[in-house]
Nanobody, 120 residues
Framework: QVQLVESGGGLVQAGGSLRLSCAAS????????MGWYRQAPGKQRELVAH????????NYADSVLGRFTISRDNAKNTVSLQMNSLKPEDTGVYYC?????????????WGQGTQVTVSS
């Protein structure tokens, strides 16, 4: 089992920045990749960015490319999402997700979510 705990959400004005962090514990060696999903009110949850636990290969949704950066610290078992040039449409609950080897997105493990609100 893997436990994921997010932190760093909040309220920010459009154009501002926030940094989200996700701390993983438990059987973290079983994780192939970590990602961030978000869910806006009335919308489906979408994959925002993900990174492999080895090699650090990254992938981003088109809507955040060039503004968000995902990174990892394997020594601390953390994954972060640096969000710059935030827009009101970035508002939503952001969830950390862990995907095991041999499985597809979304992975089996979810954090509790952290609210990000971007005001115009």
């Amino acid at each position: 089992q893997v436990q994921l705990v997010e932190s760093g959400g909040g309220l920010v004005q459009a154009g501002g920045s926030l940094r989200l962090s996700c701390a993983a514990s438990g059987s973290t060696s079983s994780l192939r990749a970590m990602g961030w999903y978000r869910q806006a009110p009335g919308k489906q949850r979408e994959l925002v960015a993900h990174i492999t636990t080895t090699g650090g290969s990254t992938n981003y949704a088109d809507s955040v490319l060039g503004r968000f950066t995902i990174s990892r610290d394997n020594a601390k078992n953390t994954v972060s999402l640096q969000m710059n040039s935030l827009k009101p449409e970035d508002t939503g609950v952001y969830y950390c997700n862990g995907r095991q080897y041999g499985s597809a997105w979304p992975g089996r493990y979810w954090g509790q979510g952290t609210q990000v609100t971007v005001s115009s």
